[in-house]
Structure formats: C-alpha cells, structure tokens
C-alpha cells in the first residue's frame, strides 16, 4: 500500500501563473515532508520542506501547505516558469527504518513559454 | 564539494552476470541510501546504512547486497542480474537532521 501518493501523474499550465502540485499520504506518524524537484538524467534535489507542525513554509516562488487533518500537502510555484518543468515528488522520512524517504509517484510539471 | 559522486553512469548487463555501484560522499555525513527508480513509481530504498559500520535492508533489497566501506563509500552489489533489476539507482546521503537527503546523479542499469 502507497504511503504517499500523488494522484496527478502530470500537469501543465502557462508561464507566469501558479501551478499546484498535490500529494496525500496514510501514515500519521509522518513528522516531516519534502518536495524534490528531478530534471531527465539527474538525481532529484531538494526544494522545500515542511514540519508536521506547521501549516506553511515559503521559500521565495516556493510555498508547501500542510493540512494534518485531511493528510494532505500542496506545493505552489508563484509565477510558475519554464525552468520549472521537471518531475516533482513528495517524500516523508521513516523514523523507525533509518529514515528512509517514502517518495510518491511524482508529478511531471510542464510550464509552457 | 562534490556531494555524492556514483559510478558507473550507464552499464548493460546480460542476465546472470554481476557487477557493483559505487557511490561516495565528501559531506562527512552518517547515513548513506540506495534507491531505484522505475516508471510511475517514485524511488524505493533497497539498503541504507545508518553510520560506519552499520546496514539495513529496505522495502526491495531482493537480488542485492551492500556494503558500507568506511563512511565516505556505500557499494550496492548484484550478484546475478536479472531483467527485473532494470532501473536507475541513486544514491544519497544525510547528515544529522536525519530529514533531507543529498542524491547522486544516478546509474542507468539495462538488463538484458
């Protein structure tokens, strides 16, 4: 059973709007989230994160929001831009197995000019 | 800084014969992880080692072994490759927040 799950498999939107990536998960015990962003024939580098207890970190066009109750996050780019368009995934860390990542699926972005 | 560093970039194997990913870290960092990517699937740990010394099995090690050389190296070995472990394998590694991880570029492995 997917721990975390990102239900769009992909996402396109216009150069200079906001582009929202979403990802749920089913473990409660997850303390703590991460979004990677992976461009083709590289390994995925870290963008953002957020604790468990809070609702909102930002970080520049970056933003993450945590809702606990409904065990839900979203990542917002505001103004999404062409350099954006990657595979973007979700992650939580496992505290009792050594802190491995639990990743989603991921959401390829496309952010067209 | 290099980060983490893995080698080879890209092999093909027939089935049944075997070969080591290498990876290294020059962060100083505790725990170093192997994991595989295969489509619409996100990346699965197969080992990760704690610290020096240390190594645990993940969601997939089946067919793999590891081994943590000292604490800047952590090889992930296939001893029989089989069409199954057609993937790309990246590394990573974290220091003392145990939260994010760094990751390597990734080894590109085809079994044919």
């Known amino acids: 059973d997917q721990q975390v799950k990102q239900n769009s498999p992909s996402l396109s939107v216009q150069e200079g709007r906001i582009s929202i990536l979403n990802c749920d998960y089913t473990?409660?015990?997850?303390?703590?989230f991460l979004w990677y962003k992976k461009y083709p024939a590289e390994g995925p580098t870290f963008l953002i994160s957020?604790?468990?207890?809070?609702d909102k970190n930002e970080d520049g066009r970056f933003t993450v929001f945590l809702n606990k109750s409904a065990k839900h996050l979203s990542l917002h780019i505001v103004p999404s831009q062409p350099g954006d368009s990657a595979v973007y995934f979700c992650?939580?860390?496992?505290?009792?197995?050594?802190?491995?990542?639990?990743f989603g699926g991921g959401t390829r972005l496309m952010v067209k000019p | 800084n290099a980060g983490v560093t893995q080698t080879p970039k890209f092999q093909v194997l027939k089935t049944g014969q075997s070969m080591t990913l290498q990876c290294a870290q020059d962060?100083?960092?505790?725990?170093m992880y192997w994991y595989r990517q295969d489509p619409g699937m996100g990346l699965r740990l197969i080992y990760y080692?704690?610290?020096?010394?240390?190594?645990d099995k993940g969601e997939v090690p089946n067919g793999y072994n590891v081994s943590r050389l000292n604490k800047r190296e952590f090889s992930l070995r296939l001893e029989s490759a089989a069409p199954s472990q057609t993937s790309v394998y990246f590394c990573?590694?974290?220091?003392?927040?145990?939260?994010?991880?760094?990751f390597g570029p990734g080894t590109r492995l085809t079994v044919l």
């Open positions: 957020i604790s468990s207890i809070k």
């Open positions: 990573a590694s974290s220091g003392s927040s145990y939260n994010e991880q760094f």
């Open positions: 962060m100083n960092h505790n725990s």
């Open positions: 992650a939580s860390p496992q505290r009792n197995a050594g802190n491995m990542l639990t």
């Open positions: 473990n409660s015990m997850f303390d703590y």
């Open positions: 080692s704690a610290s020096e010394g240390t190594t």
